[in-house]
């Protein structure tokens, strides 16, 4: 049971260290196209993709916010609170709630750009 364990141990964090350095397929590309667009935009609907794609990533920062924020009450919560680690995810939620922010305030310039095209 024991070995089973260790395997199984073994194969999840295989999984995720695979996940996070290989990342989502398809995701590069995109972000290739939007550093080209950044450099290159002159249409309006140049400036409308990029705004778009400001937009997700607005919306990605909004979720771990939230998550991060789940995790710091969870922390604050549980039977033995651990003020520190509360603190630390309380800090990232705050600073995804910031980079969301910023991200939207990008999508609405590249929107005022792509009107003025």
Do not use: W
């Not at 990342?23 to 667009?37: Q, Y």
């Not at 680690?85 to 310039?109: D, P, Q, R, V």
């Amino acid at each position: 049971m024991k070995r089973l364990l260790t395997l199984a141990t073994a194969l999840i964090a295989t999984f995720i260290f695979l996940f996070f350095t290989v990342g989502v397929p398809g995701n590069a590309s995109e972000e290739e196209e939007i550093h080209s667009l950044i450099e290159t935009a002159t249409t309006p609907e140049d400036h409308m993709k990029i705004a778009e794609f400001y937009e997700k990533q607005a919306a990605k920062m909004e979720l771990k916010a939230s998550s991060h924020a789940s995790m710091a009450d969870s922390y604050k919560n549980r039977g033995k609170p651990l003020p520190g680690l509360a603190k630390h995810c309380g800090n990232l939620s705050k600073k995804y709630k910031g980079a969301a922010e910023e991200y939207k305030a990008m999508a609405i310039e590249h929107r005022e750009m792509a009107k003025e095209k």
